[in-house]
């Protein structure tokens, strides 16, 4: 134990230069490894607002059609559309008829 306390004393200088380089470099060692503060704040705060969107897109998308409801609600159309044209065919068809028997109603006249 003296002969520590000694070798100490006598290389004093030595080492607490030693000790400081490796202090300095323990100091750069931690700068280099961990995020300042300042950023890491605004990494926060970005993750946050990237968050709050996250859960508004979450929101938006539960009121969204299934699948299965897009796919009943596109051969309700189909059927619509169908109905239109059947109709539609039948209106015309009637719409001739009608000048027939308007245009025979003039000629008997």
Same mark, same amino acid.
């Given at each position: ?37 300042? &950023?890491?704040?605004? $990494?926060? @705060?970005? !993750? #946050? ?11 938006? /998308? ?6 299965? &409801?897009?796919?009943? $609600?596109? @051969?309700? !159309? #189909? ?11 039948? /209106? ?18």
């Amino acid at each position: 134990m003296a002969d520590a306390l000694e070798f100490i004393n006598h290389n004093f200088k030595w080492l607490s230069a030693i000790a400081y380089l490796a202090f300095v470099g323990l100091l750069a060692w931690f700068n280099q490894r961990f995020t300042p503060r300042r &950023e890491h704040e605004l $990494l926060n @705060k970005k !993750l #946050s607002n990237i968050d709050q969107q996250m859960t508004q897109v979450k929101a938006d /998308i539960k009121h969204l059609p299934t699948k299965e &409801e897009v796919h009943r $609600l596109d @051969k309700t !159309l #189909s059927g619509l559309s169908e109905t239109i044209n059947a109709t539609q065919e039948g /209106i015309s068809r009637l719409e001739r008829k009608t000048d027939l028997l308007l245009e025979n109603e003039l000629r008997n006249d």
